[in-house]
């Protein structure tokens, strides 16, 4: 039958898919780290989108306004839901051995003289521009376990560079 000839509100909106399943990017089986205060952030995110944009958002679509902030809103919420319900959160090291571990900011320095900070953090956390690289991603993996003043081999999309840890901070820095 003609679509024509059916009787659908134009009010009813096709549910949009979830932006992406939640640690899309984790292998099969693998835990969804975060950082404590990583973990805080999506908790505030999300009782934000929840207790104040989406009540903010369905006024409006109750008043005609557009429905798909609506629903764009609503998979975020999804998203962030999925996330905190498989995530585990990691209690970062006390120890100042001077290791580098899940949560750490590392200061590197490479062949050419280029020093770089990275805070290791879940693929939830990642945000390149702060440096805050994800525990799976080839340089993470090789900083892992290593400590002050080691040379460290990495395998890069770019080509293998030899990097040397100059220093390792366990504790969290401001936002």
Do not use: C
Not at 3 to 13: H, I
Not at 26 to 51: C, S
Request: hydrophobic content about 40%; glycine content about 6%; overall charge negative.
């Amino acid at each position: 039958m003609s679509k024509a000839f059916t009787r659908e509100s134009d009010d009813d909106l096709p549910e949009l898919p979830a932006l992406r399943p939640a640690s899309a990017s984790l292998p099969a089986g693998v835990l969804n780290h975060l950082t404590a205060d990583g973990a805080e952030r999506l908790r505030r995110d999300l009782d934000l989108a929840v207790n104040e944009e989406r009540p903010r958002l369905l006024a409006q679509v109750k008043a005609g306004s557009d429905k798909e902030a609506l629903q764009k809103l609503d998979q975020r919420i999804r998203l962030l839901e999925d996330i905190l319900e498989s995530a585990s959160v990691v209690v970062p090291a006390t120890d100042a051995d001077g290791r580098i571990r899940f949560g750490s900011y590392v200061t590197v320095r490479d062949s050419r003289g280029e020093e770089d900070t990275y805070r290791i953090v879940g693929v939830d956390e990642t945000d390149v521009d702060r440096g805050w690289i994800s525990w799976i991603s080839p340089l993470a993996r090789a900083l892992v376990q290593a400590e002050v003043g080691q040379k460290i081999q990495v395998k890069l999309p770019g080509g293998n560079r030899e990097l040397t840890v100059l220093h390792v901070r366990q504790q969290a820095q401001p936002e």
